[in-house]
């Protein structure tokens, strides 16, 4: 038989739920810790129990997409040669993983909370990194490497969302991106 979980752990989940929540809602400069507890419907000492300051509670609902992906892009990042496919998949990779908790990517302000800006620092060096090292980028394209990470990294979340309900998510999401680049090479004319 299996366990349920306990009183402790559901209070938790619960906080942790009413926490991404909000931040979605609001973005987490915006969201206090008393409205965590009064979404939750818990104490605020209940709250402070589980997480005694708010840099802990984000750093718990997004640390885990940023080391995600982190430990892909290191993985490529060793590689000799990376693709333009391989840093797609990783975009899917994370979405198959954490679904619409990606979108915390776009509502968490990583500067407010130090450890957290930290590791999202060092997220998006690797990520950069990587864009630097594709092999198979299209010609007429690599000076602008830079600005279509960036371009890549703020869209690629919102392009999933609209292809959750379609056959071949995949297939449809890396033509999409390679569809973007196309239209944007000068070199293709």
Do not use: C
């Amino acid at each position: 038989m299996k366990n349920k979980p306990g009183k402790w752990e559901r209070t938790h989940s619960l906080l942790h739920e009413a926490a991404v929540s909000l931040f979605l809602e609001k973005r987490s400069a915006n969201v206090s810790m008393d409205e965590i507890a009064d979404k939750a419907d818990v104490a605020r000492r209940t709250l402070f129990n589980h997480f005694p300051g708010k840099e802990l509670l984000v750093l718990e609902v997004t640390s885990p997409i940023l080391t995600d992906g982190l430990h892909y892009l290191e993985e490529l990042n060793r590689w000799d040669r990376v693709s333009l496919d391989e840093v797609i998949n990783l975009f899917f990779y994370l979405w198959k993983k954490h679904g619409q908790s990606l979108n915390l990517l776009y509502a968490i302000d990583f500067e407010d909370f130090q450890d957290l800006k930290d590791l999202h620092g060092k997220y998006l060096r690797e990520y950069m990194k990587v864009f630097s090292r594709i092999a198979d980028w299209p010609e007429g394209l690599s000076e602008r490497k830079n600005q279509i990470a960036v371009l890549f990294f703020r869209i690629f979340v919102n392009i999933l969302n609209s292809l959750k309900d379609m056959p071949d998510q995949e297939f449809r999401f890396n033509k999409a991106l390679k569809g973007l680049l196309m239209g944007m090479n000068p070199a293709e004319q």
